[in-house]
């Protein structure tokens, strides 16, 4: 069975400091899909990067980048030169091919705090 | 902003109660998913519906029950509802081919059980 694990549950940084977050998974598809997830103090989830499993390349957007590395099945997103706007919660998640739907199985998210 | 939209954002109802939370999903998207964040368990997928009929199923429980009309928005039934009910459930939808779509989610409707 599909399974998403995010050690961290609470990170604490200083401003302008770079963190990463790390994502674990289990599966026993070979095609699959990963996503990271943001849900800032107002509730919502905001979707952030979508990797399929045959797609090694890590991937950068401004501060943010993904390092995705199937030897380790892990799926790490660093945030460099933090803000304190980037305070949120964060979820790794993963659908497997396997399913007849598109489910996501979440991780338990890790709760990242940017001090000014 | 996402293009999914829920509603009520907050209900407030009794142990026993029954409720209705109503979602429209992204224009074009076919697929909607429902899913429950609460302290003890997380995020949990409950349902999800493609074009009206009903693709998956996840831990939901017997007393909650979907639906997706012909208009593409959907309902999540929750009844004879307890304190642990209580919790935030989100709705997200998707174009809706198979594995190859990204799941927008909604605001989010926080249930609080009494």
């Known amino acids: 069975a599909q399974k998403v694990t995010q050690a961290q549950t609470e990170i604490s940084v200083v401003e302008k400091e770079d963190v990463t977050l790390d994502c674990v998974y289990e599966?026993?598809?070979?095609?699959?899909?990963l996503f990271w997830y943001k849900q800032p103090p107002s509730g919502e989830l905001v979707f952030l990067i979508r990797?399929?499993?045959?797609?090694?390349q890590n991937e950068i957007s401004g501060r943010y980048s993904w390092n995705f590395q199937k030897s380790t099945s892990s799926f790490n997103f660093t945030i460099t030169a933090s803000q304190v706007v980037d305070s949120a919660v964060y979820f790794c998640?993963?659908?497997?091919?396997?399913?007849?739907?598109?489910?996501?199985?979440f991780g338990g998210g890790t709760r990242l705090m940017v001090k000014p | 902003d996402s293009g999914v939209t829920q509603t009520p954002k907050h209900l407030i109802t009794a142990t026993g109660q029954r409720v209705t939370l109503r979602c429209s999903p992204r224009?074009?998207?076919?697929?909607v998913y429902w899913y429950q964040q609460s302290l003890d368990q997380g995020l949990q997928f409950l349902i999800q519906?493609?074009?009206?009929?009903?693709?998956a199923k996840g831990n939901i429980l017997e007393r909650f029950s979907a639906q997706q009309f012909p208009d593409l928005h959907s309902e999540l039934n929750l009844s004879s509802l307890e304190l642990g009910d209580s919790a935030l459930y989100f709705c997200?939808?998707?174009?809706?081919?198979?594995?190859?779509?990204?799941?927008?989610f909604g605001p989010g409707t926080r249930l609080t059980v009494l």
């Open positions: 519906y493609y074009n009206g009929e009903e693709r």
């Open positions: 998640a993963l659908s497997e091919a396997l399913n007849a739907g598109n489910m996501l199985t």
């Open positions: 224009s074009g998207d076919l697929s």
């Open positions: 599966t026993r598809d070979t095609t699959y899909y």
């Open positions: 997200a939808s998707s174009v809706g081919i198979p594995h190859t779509d990204t799941q927008y």
């Open positions: 990797r399929n499993s045959f797609d090694e």
